[in-house]
């Protein structure tokens, strides 16, 4: 299975994507501000039920990819630093876009919040690209079952985006608030974010797969 050291180092990489402003994020915040924090968690669901079928596909599709084709690793390393990179610069960029600057909805029916929320997910540009450029950093066949080790990261990332979405939704009035009177520490945060993204997307470019 995938060793200690490299599912710890997925931990930190999943914590930064999660982190990073993206439609999740703002579809969850702005959900919660406009109908309230039941709406919030409905549509967490759907967003959740969503990730079940990005990390299934992944797990089915790297099993497939790593046997067919060898140099497939390169190919998705190189691609996952490059992402890195627009991540990192989206955030150090002037004019970037806060992650609690939450947009208006209409207010939507349980069924069509849940929808709503799988959907976003679904369609998520930003998870889409994790799943099939940084995640496959993470795999490989030398630890065994590639199938397996893509399921263990998939839920590792999973609980990792429930926790932090749910805090999202449960506080997203508070959150707004502060923020709104606090926008330094919205910089740095955005700073942090942007140098450690753009760190790991150094490493991962510069890392070879090691021989087993």
């Not at 959907?119 to 450029?133: C, D, G, Q």
Request: aromatic share 12%; with cysteine; proline share 6%.
């Amino acid at each position: 299975m995938v060793p200690l050291h490299e599912w710890l180092l997925f931990v930190g990489a999943a914590l930064l994507i999660t982190l990073s402003p993206g439609p999740n994020m703002i579809y969850l915040l702005s959900r919660s501000l406009c109908q309230g924090r039941r709406a919030g968690v409905i549509s967490l669901f759907g967003v959740i039920t969503a990730f079940f079928v990005h990390i299934f596909a992944t797990a089915l599709g790297l099993t497939a990819l790593f046997m067919a084709v060898p140099l497939a690793y390169d190919v998705l390393r190189w691609a996952g630093a490059a992402y890195l990179l627009y991540l990192a610069w989206q955030a150090l960029r002037p004019g970037g876009r806060s992650p609690f600057e939450a947009r208006e909805l209409p207010r939507d029916p349980p069924g069509r919040l849940f929808v709503m929320g799988f959907v976003t997910n679904l369609l998520n540009p930003k998870i889409a690209v994790f799943y099939l450029s940084i995640f496959p950093q993470f795999v490989s066949p030398d630890h065994g079952s590639v199938f397996g080790q893509s399921i263990v990261l998939g839920l590792t990332q999973l609980a990792i985006s429930f926790g932090f979405n749910l805090t999202i939704v449960l506080s997203a009035g508070a959150l707004a608030r502060w923020f709104g009177r606090h926008p330094r520490w919205l910089a740095i945060q955005q700073y942090v974010m942007g140098c450690v993204l753009a760190g790991l997307a150094v490493r991962l470019a510069v890392e070879q797969r090691r021989a087993g």
